[in-house]
């Protein structure tokens, strides 16, 4: 079966605009996940949707937002992009949430 | 925040050696997951050990879990080129989501 689909895969965006990425999961899988990756954090986690629901944030600014549709494809949003947003963002799906994900090739975001 | 760090940060080893690395945490957790990461690409899950698990293998790889102690191992036998890559451990403390450590970086040397 098809795996877990980012796009795009590279994205450059100047300060101050905003971003929209994509995440299609694995068919079937209800929970989708979001990670910022950066050298100096490591894998941070955004947030966590189930059927349509926001079920669970990390620690970051009402800049960043998400949205899982009721095919569970996802989407998140960065407002007013800061130069420190520029990082790897990884969407993960699995059936449940809690175990066993799998992971898309991410988004490579860079903000100039 | 991150819940587990992995030790040590950064590992080179010959190729057809072992690879051991370790993750320690800091809450309970209901299962800990490894996952491999090539070169800034997506994670790759490797093997999942529940709380109630104290050993796990699959294939080459070998995870233990040390619930008293808030640690798990992850060993990989006879290392070949292709195991070159980022490895982290990954907790479920509950809540449906999981917390990566900051990552194990194995180099394997030919």
């Known amino acids: 079966k098809a795996g877990v689909t980012q796009t795009p895969r590279y994205l450059i965006k100047t300060r101050g605009q905003q971003v929209t990425l994509s995440c299609s999961p694995i068919s079937g899988h209800r929970s989708v996940s979001w990670y910022q990756q950066t050298p100096g954090q490591g894998l941070q986690f955004l947030f966590e949707y189930f059927s349509e629901t926001q079920r669970n944030k990390g620690n970051f600014p009402g800049r960043f937002s998400g949205r899982q549709f009721s095919n569970s494809r996802s989407e998140m949003n960065v407002s007013t992009l800061e130069l420190g947003d520029s990082a790897l963002y990884l969407c993960?799906?699995?059936?449940?949430?809690?175990?066993?994900?799998?992971f898309g090739s991410g988004t490579r975001l860079t903000v100039v | 925040s991150q819940q587990g760090e992995e030790d040590p940060q950064a590992l080179s080893i010959q190729e057809g050696e072992n690879a051991t690395m370790n993750c320690s945490y800091k809450t309970s957790i209901n299962n800990l997951q490894w996952y491999r990461q090539n070169s800034g690409r997506g994670l790759v899950h490797l093997i999942l050990i529940r709380s109630n698990e104290r050993e796990k293998h699959s294939g080459r790889l070998r995870v233990t879990l040390d619930t008293s102690k808030k640690s798990s191992s992850l060993l990989i036998t006879a290392s070949r080129a292709a195991d070159t890559a980022s490895y982290f451990c990954?907790?479920?403390?509950?809540?449906?989501?999981?917390?990566f450590g900051k990552g194990t970086r194995l180099h394997i040397l030919p």
């Open positions: 990954a907790t479920d403390a509950g809540g449906d989501k999981i917390i």
């Open positions: 993960a799906s699995s059936s449940t949430g809690g175990e066993g994900y799998t």
